[in-house]
């Protein structure tokens, strides 16, 4: 457990969730925004509608449809299995 601890989450060595997980953001502004943790696979946004997510080198871009001033994004992140 004390390991995992170490090494999970945002505040962890690895600065990614091993595990799945499910993290929620609120923005104040209107977007792009930039996700606090890779390897989402998931978005949802309080506004609603379309979400698109692009992987990049700072971490994934999160783009609405209808762009909104302020929003709650939720998003579920893990590594893959294959990384495991």
Known sequence: LAATAHLDGWR???GRAILPQTWQETHVGPGPYLLA???VSEVTAS???A???EPTA???IV???DPV???TLSY???LPAAQL
Do not use: H
Request: glycine share 24%; aromatic share 0%; proline share 8%.
């Open 76 to 78: 579920t992140c893990g």
């Open 69 to 71: 001033e302020g929003v």
């Open 51 to 53: 979400v698109s997510v």
């Open 37 to 39: 943790m890779p390897d």
């Open 63 to 65: 783009t609405l449809a």
């Open 58 to 60: 700072l971490g994934p």
């Open 12 to 14: 962890g060595v690895l």
């Open 47 to 49: 506004a609603g509608g």
